[in-house]
DNA sequence: TAGTTATTACAACGGTCATTGTAATTTTCG
DNA sequence: CGAAAATTACAATGACCGTTGTAATAACTA
């Protein structure tokens, strides 16, 4: 037989965990495009190239199927992001200008990963819906830990001296900066669903990193 | 014959109106509940106390139904966020007091209003799937026309020299605060998927009164 | 290579659902 | 009241979909 969840514990031969990344990348192409309840079983099959079997045999269900991907997503951009972080503040020396470019790519995450945010805003629509474990789990390895790593980054920059910033308002910190570069521009672009022009990204970014400067800026109050 | 828009032309019967309105509070409760695909048009009818067949002579179909749902909800949150700047500006005095109170029942809203913005995770969730017309009249009639009314209100408060805002300013006014108070909130929330303690939402709140403050008190730079 | 195991194609079941047609019934308006 | 219009109950259609069973086939490991 085969495991209903996800993870495997002991046999695991060669095909399958090409087959299992495979149903993987296209469930979430599809789930993301098509929403939970549209996205049918045998269109996630098609796109995989598998059989719709197989994807049973692999996953249990459905339910499974999609907290499979949503897991196994969030997990791909949490590692991307933290690895971002880990570039950018690798070089930090200029806050004002490190600290834009850091924003740009950070809230281009939304359309670097289009698959992922995509699935994000279903779970937020279907969140009555969902099982309060699964959603709290997709926080934990996802915006949590991205977070945390934030936090890890703007702590030693303000212990080198470049951020005024120290356990005291690292929290706030983070958190701020969540919202005045991600979190302005998803307000503004409705979470993705409407179009915005890149004058108006560039421009939600540019002034929420000099508010963040002035707030935590070294030069700061 | 019926028009499958959602506005009348000429005759009007009497009970139709009621039938009318009954069905779009039915299809609001059940719209936002299930989300528009596993809502049944049966289960709206039901609701609704009306027979099914009905709401095709009203609506057209399903999307037509939903369009409907979406714009008279929308108009209906609207009215009831600008009669709350309304009131709250009306007795205006202290900045640090009064804005507390407006951005406690202004956040507030999205609990008001449950159904409502179930609706609008919704849209957000099938944004493509969606004519983009749709979305944009969304947009006019709900968030822009609050934030319009909401600029007027600083702008009147800047006049009266109880906030630094001006013409220069009133419109990264009226975004920040709603960034600062429900985008806080939001974001920490996840659009409303996950359940968040009062102290916390308390606490975001008042962060962010203070943060606008601190931007555009009078005593500020 | 032989045996184990995963995968596949295929068919079928049971259920849900949007939509339409129709004829009877009720409501409304002049 | 009486005609016109709206509403209702009812049935039916056509489609889609999740899920399972089965027997044949292919892939892999030892």
Redesign the interface.
């Known amino acids: 037989m085969v495991n209903q969840g996800g993870t495997r514990q002991k046999p695991l031969r060669k095909g399958m965990l090409e087959k299992r990344q495979a149903i993987l990348k296209g469930a979430r192409a599809v789930f993301g495009?098509d929403?939970y309840?549209?996205a049918s079983i045998d269109a996630i099959a098609a796109e995989a190239g598998v059989s719709s079997r197989t994807l049973y045999n692999h996953f249990g269900d459905k339910e499974g199927l999609f907290r499979a991907v949503l897991m196994d997503s969030s997990v791909a951009v949490t590692t991307a992001q933290q690895a971002l972080l880990e570039r950018h503040f690798h070089k930090f020396r200029d806050p004002a200008t490190d600290l834009y470019d850091l924003a740009v790519e950070w809230v281009g995450g939304t359309e670097t990963h289009p698959e992922h945010f995509?699935l994000v805003?279903?779970?937020?629509?279907?969140?009555?819906?969902l099982p309060l474990d699964v959603?709290?789990e997709w926080?934990r390895i996802g915006?949590k830990a991205t977070r945390a790593a934030l936090r890890e980054h703007l702590l030693e920059a303000g212990r080198a001296g470049l951020l005024a910033i120290d356990e005291e308002n690292a929290d706030?910190a983070t958190?701020h900066w969540?919202?005045?570069t991600a979190?302005?521009v998803?307000?503004?672009s409705?979470?993705?669903?409407?179009p915005l022009e890149p004058e108006a990204f560039e421009r939600l970014v540019r002034?929420g990193v000099e508010l963040f400067l002035q707030l935590y800026g070294k030069q700061a109050a």
Chains 1, 2 share one sequence.
């Open positions: 495009r929403g309840t549209r995509a805003r279903q779970i937020v629509a279907e969140a009555n819906r959603l709290r926080q915006p706030r958190r969540a919202l005045f979190g302005a998803q307000i503004e409705a979470q993705g669903a409407l002034e």
